[in-house]
């Protein structure tokens, strides 16, 4: 994350969010997927290398895609809630 913004020269530097954003990936994006590789399963009953190829995918690229809108939600959470004690 940037030290501030860009536009308004907000300090991003005092909101603390490290590994949060993915805590949420891992169960919100695992409450989704779990379901649909459970259904793909009993639905089709593909071989093992037809997960691989469709769920590697998915998850990575989900989770990776997901990554900056999750983090950037917990530094507004942060800002609106004044988790850091400061003024704004």
């Not at 860009?6 to 919100?28: E, M, Q, W």
């Amino acid at each position: 994350m940037r030290d501030s913004c860009d536009k308004c020269g907000l300090d991003l530097s005092r909101f603390n969010v490290d590994d949060g954003a993915a805590f949420f990936i891992i169960v919100v994006y695992s409450a989704v997927i779990i379901p649909l590789a459970l259904w793909v399963e009993f639905s089709f009953g593909p071989p093992i290398w037809v997960h691989i190829l469709i769920w590697i995918p998915v998850i990575l690229g989900g989770a990776i895609a997901l990554m900056r809108p999750f983090k950037a939600w917990l530094v507004a959470q942060h800002y609106k809630h004044n988790i850091d004690g400061e003024s704004h």
